[in-house]
């Protein structure tokens, strides 16, 4: 799979503005509406942030299969009726603006990355709201886990793989993964953290060599930006909700939005409402 | 919502078959596919057991939303392909004889309660496996907590109750729980335990008074059979895979298929394999 050309050089939201990690998500909704974009690691703190996919009503049924049948990728957090924008999830947003930036995509190619959809948007889309590592960040922090990528001010690295995810209806794709370098002393807390909450992506699929999952180069990460690695940290990679946008361009519905890879979409909801113990 | 009048009055498999606890999920599906019939609380120790409910494909999106929408009572395992009696948690099994026993609905009605569905069986059919809290049963018994129905030898109780799951499409409908009284010395555990395993429920909906979900007593159970309680056992709710079948009674789909409450479908998965951490 080639990796879509990307346009934009979007600069983490951290390090954009120090305080964002204090705003509210109705106040990163509203500032997103009017045109701020970046990765969105470490923005409202403890606030839940979720991966974004319109596909045509025509298709939904397959999405939500595809979902289903590959919970561990594409935990699902919301459902829309078809035409809605908006969400229980976080009161009075609109899908349509309130992410940083999307990607449209056509036939399986990505043919623009706005910061708003409005113009695209289409009566018959039915959006899925989709578990995101970021929501296990705080939690593996609050354990002692350094997480590299904040700490370097990048966007976490994410890695197609050579993992096929359950086919459904006419969608099928690989599975794509997220990586944190962990230091050994800090593996069993990331571990344990992440397992407790299996709505956001769970437990790790897989630690050390990226071989494994069919990963060449961890400095060539297929979206987001490479990350360092000090010498005794451990690759640990997390299932990952750009699954839904590999499965896009590997099966080429007619039409999707989706969020652009770690520009997420801020809910209401809090981290400790997907813990489960 | 009327109780359905059911025709049956199949005893506990546990009782039945004493080493019933002991049998592989093959055995088990093997017995039921040659007629044998009767709840399945503790039978093939360890081993996941399902709901059961499989609606036309015209219907299939709606309780596939339905399930999502409503995790707690509605965890998906797995759906067939429309026509497909096979799944991926139980190899070789045959979804249409290898249930204890079934219930066929027409429009909401409950008009059979066979022992195997093949007459009844279309080829627009889609099944969903949905996750019972009979699985975490073994978790709980593993930690010390006793298991009161099992003890007695009776069908768990299950009750409806007056919270309304979220609707999606034509399907709405009350949530069911099932009950266990708990002493109160082993509620902690209790809740932990299934907490772990949200696959199959995961923790209590509710502990202590049954008004404050609209039960009015606990000594008639709209499904399954009432349990006696110590004199400290705290009644504990957990929301339960019944509430498809409330669904089907409530939004009144041309046809449906399910189990027999209580009857389940045994899969070859491990319960561990549901286990978050």
């Known amino acids: 799979m080639n990796r879509p050309h990307s346009a ?130 705080w939690a593996l922090a609050a354990a002692g886990v350094p997480i590299r990528h904040v700490e370097q001010g990048r966007n976490v690295p994410m890695y197609v793989t050579s993992r096929a995810c359950r086919p459904a209806g006419r969608l099928r794709g690989p599975m794509v993964v997220s990586m944190r370098p962990v230091p050994p002393a800090h593996l069993s807390a990331a571990i344990h953290e992440s397992s407790l909450l299996p709505a956001v992506h769970g437990s790790p699929v897989h630690c050390g060599d990226p071989s494994a999952l069919g990963i060449d180069d961890l400095d060539r990460p297929d979206f987001g930006e490479a990350v360092y690695r000090e010498p005794d940290d451990i690759p640990v990679f997390w299932a990952c909700g750009v699954t839904p946008q590999a499965a896009v361009m590997a099966s080429r519905p007619p039409f999707a939005l989706t969020h652009a890879p770690g520009q997420m979409f801020l809910t209401d909801a809090r981290d400790e409402q997907y813990r489960v113990a």
């Not at 919970?71 to 603006?97: E, I, K, M, Y």
């Not at 309130?98 to 056509?106: Q, S």
Request: glycine content about 6%; charged content about 25%; proline content about 7%.
């Open 8 to 137: 934009t050089g979007d600069r983490p939201l951290a390090l954009v503005d120090e305080h964002a990690h204090a705003w509210s998500p109705k106040t990163a909704r509203a500032r997103f509406r009017k045109g701020l974009t970046g990765p969105t690691a470490g923005v409202a703190a403890g606030h839940t942030q979720a991966n974004l996919i319109s596909v045509p009503a025509d298709w939904a049924y397959d999405m939500l299969l595809f979902c289903t049948r590959n919970p561990q990728p594409c935990p699902v957090l919301d459902v829309t009726d078809a035409g809605s924008w908006t969400t229980v999830l976080a009161d009075g947003a609109d899908l349509r603006t309130d992410l940083p930036r999307y990607r449209v995509w056509r036939d399986g190619e990505l043919v623009d990355e706005p910061s708003d959809v409005r113009e695209h948007w289409r009566d018959d889309l039915v959006t899925f709201l989709i578990g995101c590592s970021f929501t296990f960040e």
